[in-house]
């Protein structure tokens, strides 16, 4: 299965400031990465998918980059309801597998 | 609006079993293939099992290959995961989760989760 190393796993900034969330995988994933968004209450939240293409409703503040076995989620101008989990996922190949996980906070 | 709503979740003891349903609203159910994804207390996001639209195309995580099975009514617009032989590794909240169409490893609407305990 292709693990995948999720950085940093708490992240904490103020809204209106700009984050990256990293993403590695074991071995080349090509530009299949996936995003999601967790909040406590909510359906999880699908933000970007082969590496950079933005799901429909995701706000253009959020970006996704990267290839073969380096990835990062972007996040400008933080808005409030952007804290929460994030989970990166490569969709590459069976088994789907999920990073840890990213928890952003409020600082 | 696409809805998922996931029941039949609950307390079992290891060993017995216990079946989820899934109801889908809100879009052609018969045309998306469907997952379940699960999460421990506390921990991160783990696959488990998907099925295409027709039913055709079925994989599992090997961690539930041989215990769980995902099976579909497309009649009744709903997804099911029969599990057997639990364990208590297998305590988690379990999501339904719909495939992105033409994506089949991306899942772009999920349900808020059935809770099973095994215990």
């Known amino acids: 299965d292709v693990q995948m190393t999720q950085s940093p796993s708490n992240l904490a900034a103020s809204p209106g400031e700009s984050v990256s969330i990293n993403c590695k995988a074991s071995k080349s994933i090509s530009k299949y990465l996936a995003w999601y968004q967790q909040k406590p209450g909510k359906a999880n939240k699908l933000l970007i998918y082969?590496?950079?293409t933005l799901q429909s409703g995701t706000p253009s503040r959020f970006s996704g980059s990267g290839s073969g076995t380096d990835f990062t989620l972007t996040i400008r101008n933080l808005e409030p309801e952007d804290f929460g989990l994030y989970y990166c996922?490569?969709?590459?190949?069976?088994?789907?597998?999920f990073g840890s996980g990213t928890k952003l906070e409020i600082k | 609006e696409v809805q998922l709503v996931e029941s039949g979740g609950g307390l079992v003891q290891p060993g017995r079993s216990l079946k989820l349903s899934c109801v889908a609203s809100g879009f052609t159910f018969s045309n998306y293939g469907m997952n379940w994804i699960r999460q421990a207390p506390g921990k991160g996001l783990e696959w488990v099992a998907y099925i295409s639209s027709g039913s055709s195309y079925i994989y599992y995580a090997e961690t539930v290959k041989g215990r769980f099975t995902i099976s579909r009514d497309n009649a009744k617009n709903t997804l099911y995961l029969q599990m057997t032989s639990l364990r208590s590794e297998d305590t988690a909240l379990y999501y339904c989760a719909r495939t992105l169409f033409n994506y089949p490893r991306v899942m772009d609407a999920w349900g808020q989760g059935a809770s099973v305990t095994v215990s």
């Open positions: 082969s590496g950079s």
């Open positions: 996922q490569q969709h590459n190949e069976y088994p789907p597998t």
